[in-house]
């Protein structure tokens, strides 16, 4: 992977997203960044190397030619509450993310990274689990160089519109046992953007806290060395070259 490469974001108006993209804009490494909306953005958000298109997810295929980049970073999602039904919670956590990473495919991209949810599980007889967990295993089966998965617990951040669930995670977090614990999605988009730094081959699965661990050795380098150095993180190599 080239120091200066291209990418393409999806979900930067969500609590990630935007956090990666204020990141990518930040580092010169990045020097061309795709942003695909729905609507509009904030233009505080939209610097020099920011090329922002407004589309269709339903269409996402006629926006094929924006996918010739390096890295995708895949910050899409809803809630059940948001999405109205379990038809279009499917589709956008599920159907949308894998139409991207298809369409990265054929463009050559390299590099997927993708923000799923703690307790992703293909199997699990929790709704919400279970799609997180198909996206993930129809993720795995694709032939990317490498494949980036972040499973975050309850996300902490400033939404526009609060999510009462989420506050009072945040709220009584000192309670909550470490491997379940609210991140500030700071803290997620820092790990992933390392990752797509770092670029190295293979799939890797960060949990909750190895996302933590990660932000903590960015923010933290001395820090981040007195730290455990167990392997918490899940790495396999692709099956298909």
């Known amino acids: 992977m080239p120091t200066s ?10 609590l990630v997203g935007g956090e990666c993209l204020r990141l990518l804009q930040k580092n ?13 953005l904030d233009y505080a958000l939209l610097g020099p190397k920011v090329e922002h298109h407004i589309i269709d997810f339903e269409h996402l295929t006629a926006a094929a030619r924006f996918f010739q980049v390096d890295q995708i970073f895949c910050a899409l999602g ?17 159907i949308y993310p894998v139409t991207a990473a298809h369409l990265g495919l054929e463009k050559k991209a390299s590099h997927f990274l993708v923000v799923s949810a703690l307790g992703a599980d293909p199997k699990s007889p929790i709704f919400y689990n279970r799609i997180k967990g198909e996206m993930e295993k129809t993720l795995k089966a694709l032939p990317f160089r490498s494949l980036t998965i972040a499973r975050p617990s309850i996300l902490i951040g400033k939404r526009e519109k609060p999510r009462t669930g989420e506050r ?15 991140i500030p999605a700071a803290d997620v988009a820092v790990s992933l953007v390392h990752e797509a730094l770092a670029d190295q081959p ?3 699965i960060l949990e909750s806290a190895d996302l933590r661990r990660i932000a903590a ?3 933290s380098p001395r820090l981040g060395q007195a730290m455990s150095r167990e392997p918490a993180v899940e790495v396999s190599h692709p099956s298909v070259a």
Do not use: C
């Open 168 to 182: 009072l995670a945040a709220t009584f977090s000192f309670l909550t046992p470490s491997k379940i614990r609210p």
């Open 202 to 204: 293979g799939q890797r």
């Open 78 to 94: 809803t809630t059940m509450k948001a999405a109205g039904s379990k038809k279009k919670f499917r589709q956008v956590d599920l």
């Open 217 to 219: 050795e960015v923010h």
């Open 5 to 14: 490469r291209s990418v393409l974001l999806l979900g930067a108006t969500g």
């Open 28 to 40: 010169d490494n990045f020097e061309r960044i795709v942003v695909l909306t729905r609507g509009p």
